[in-house]
């Protein structure tokens, strides 16, 4: 009797899933019959699923099946074990298979990015080639509802704005599809060992050096065991509100992007300034957004700072002038007229015929102490704690060095350029000046302020690095802690 209670629960269990699965794929329109679906298979858990699913589900949604998958190279023996579990899975299933081996780490050294942003580039990079060399119109991904959670939280935490809130789509260009998209985690594991499926497993997801592993096993154990036992369930309700009324928001936004758009060509979107002026900022930042996107293609590596110094140029910045940007983006205003484009050799050969060169908008979130690279002030910064006693003269120390009263600071602190209407107290004066007006008496060449990195503890410069301390953070009587910035050449 209770065998038969068990095998019962057992294939209510994996109904549930199915149910699932249909619902969002028909929700969400994402298969229509005929369609041709290449499914990414890792070899761990969620692909497993995804595949294992998908072949059950084919003939509900008449659609065909293949499986591609790419070794990244990075995990040696456990690479090409996954790769070879892969290949006899399609065996079994009597699927077509699409195998590639890339060196991630290569790709990673030679473009300069994060081993993350490195392998998810290689990874749909490949994906997109496959499928346009052997006719997919789909492609599935074994994303799930954790994972939509982890993403929220971790975009949060890096201060994203609505777009990186939103989540991870269902459907993204009608081409990419994510089936389990509202399925956990545990239903995951509960399927795969209700119907005693094999998997190989990543060791690489138990690394805490990656953030997405320090929130999986750390953060989100404690919100749910301390203040929310279904933040998992709360972040993807918050994601699919922000995510219905970013679609509303640009729906909004597509009209004044037509009216204030003079030419737009594959790789170069020209904009009237003009148009600017008759909008508020948040619609600005939205247009300066959609017009960075339609030229790159994704916003991966623009800032919030990025978008600002961007309106700060068609506002208020010199009447012929540019801004340089991730990934050879170009901004550069001629009068009247704010031109975006990607130049196709490096922007450092390209600024040279330019004039009013502009650096980049940079911003960076530091918490001291430790060393920090300032690559646009060709810069590092080091900070280092000290009790009161430890310092014996600050007459001599000189501009690269300051001393700060830490209880005066809040944690983390910000390191900037400048932005116009900055304004601070410098040491020794009463009052306020304008950082433009220091830069002018103190004869600082105009292409060194812009490069000039600022230290910014709650919304205050407290540093004009290498220039100026500001009075509110310096060390006084009272003080019994202090920390000590150094400007070191990079």
């Known amino acids: 009797m209770s065998s038969q209670h068990d095998n019962h629960d057992k294939r209510l269990a994996e109904k549930r899933i199915i149910r699932t699965v249909k619902k969002t794929i028909v929700e969400n329109s994402m298969f229509k ?51 070879e579990f892969v290949a006899a ?27 993350e942003e490195a392998a998810r580039r290689v990874r749909y990079t490949f994906l997109n080639q496959v499928a346009e060399a052997n006719g997919f119109n789909k492609i599935a991904l074994g994303h799930h509802y954790d994972d939509n959670a982890e993403l929220l939280l971790m975009y949060l935490l890096r201060g994203s ?28 594991i509960d399927y795969l060992t209700e119907k005693e499926l094999e998997y190989v497993s990543d060791t690489s997801n138990a690394d805490l050096n990656y953030l997405r592993n ?33 679609e509303w928001i640009e729906a909004l936004i597509d009209p004044i992007f037509k009216n204030t758009l003079i030419r737009q060509e594959d790789d170069k979107i020209c904009l009237s300034r003009e148009g600017f ?37 068609a506002m208020t910045g010199p009447a012929v002038g540019f801004l340089d940007l991730p990934d050879r983006i170009r901004i550069q205003r001629n009068h009247q007229v704010l031109l975006i484009f990607k130049e196709k050799e490096n922007l450092r050969t390209s600024s040279k015929n330019l004039r009013q060169p502009i650096c980049p908008a940079y911003e960076y979130r530091i918490t001291p102490p430790g060393r920090f690279h300032i690559k646009e002030a060709g810069a590092y910064l080091k900070f280092s704690e000290m009790g009161i006693k ?29 932005r116009p209407g900055d304004r601070f107290s410098p040491l020794g004066m009463t009052g306020t000046q304008k950082v433009k007006t ?19 503890s709650s919304d205050k ?18 003080t019994r802690k202090v920390l000590k910035a150094e400007v070191l050449l990079a």
């Open 33 to 83: 019959s005929g369609d041709h679906v290449l499914v990414a298979v890792s070899g761990g858990p969620d692909s497993l699923a995804l595949i294992h699913l998908l072949d059950t589900l084919s003939s509900v949604f008449s659609f065909r099946l293949a499986i591609a998958h790419l070794n990244h190279c990075l995990r040696q023996k456990e690479s090409e074990r996954d790769a």
């Open 89 to 115: 899975l399609a065996r079994k299933l009597n699927l077509p298979v699409y195998m590639e081996k890339q060196d991630v780490r290569q790709y990673q050294r030679r473009h300069k990015l994060s081993l």
């Open 161 to 188: 704005g609505p777009l990186g809130l939103s989540g991870i789509p269902p459907v993204r260009d009608r081409k990419i599809v994510r089936p389990l998209i509202n399925v956990k985690r545990s239903e995951i």
């Open 214 to 246: 320090k929130l999986r096993h750390d953060l989100i154990p404690q919100l749910l065991s301390s203040y929310n036992p279904k933040i998992r369930e709360t972040l993807n309700r918050t994601a699919s509100i922000i995510r219905s009324e970013e």
């Open 277 to 313: 002026e008759q909008i508020p900022l948040a619609a600005r930042r939205r247009l300066i957004r959609k017009a960075i996107l339609t030229v790159k293609g994704n916003l991966r590596r623009i800032t919030y700072a990025h978008i600002d110094a961007t309106i700060r140029l």
């Open 390 to 418: 430890e310092i014996t003269d600050f007459g001599h120390t000189g501009q690269q060095i300051a001393f700060f009263d830490i209880n005066k600071l809040r944690i983390p602190l910000i390191v900037r350029n400048f």
């Open 438 to 456: 220091f830069f002018i008496n103190n004869k600082i060449p105009r292409e060194q302020r812009a490069k000039c990195p600022f230290l910014v």
């Open 461 to 478: 410069i407290i540093w004009v690095v290498g220039h100026r301390l500001d009075n509110s953070v310096k060390v006084s009587a009272e």
